[in-house]
Nanobody, 115 residues
Framework: QVQLVESGGGLVQPGGSLRLSCAAS????????MGWYRQAPGKQRELVAR???????YYANSVKGRFTISRDNAKNTVYLQMNSLKPEDTAVYYC?????????WGQGTQVTVSS
């Protein structure tokens, strides 16, 4: 069983920064692919960024150059550094892990970008 717990969300002004953390526990291994998704009200959940076991990354076009995903395998933690935040980044952000073709999800953390 794998558990994912997100933290770091909150209210920030446009142009500001936040760093989300996702702590994984249970039977999670360093070769798991990790990612961040988000879901805004009335919209489908979308992939924001993913980091693969070898360290390569993928970003949605809407966040390229502003967000950075990273992982600390020793701490079983994945991070999402979000800079130059925009109102359209407002959403619930979910941590995701894929291991042995099984998807695991955290409970989500709210990010609100507003003046």
């Amino acid at each position: 069983q794998v558990q994912l717990v997100e933290s770091g969300g909150g209210l920030v002004q446009p142009g500001g920064s936040l760093r989300l953390s996702c702590a994984a526990s249970g039977s999670i291994f360093s070769f798991a692919n990790m990612g961040w998704y988000r879901q805004a009200p009335g919209k489908q959940r979308e992939l924001v960024a993913r980091i693969f076991s070898g360290g390569s990354t993928y970003y949605a076009n809407s966040v390229k150059g502003r967000f950075t995903i990273s992982r600390d395998n020793a701490k079983n933690t994945v991070y999402l550094q979000m800079n130059s935040l925009k109102p359209e980044d407002t959403a619930v952000y979910y941590c995701n892990a894929v291991q042995y073709n099984v998807n695991y999800w955290g409970q989500g953390t709210q990010v609100t970008v507003s003046s």
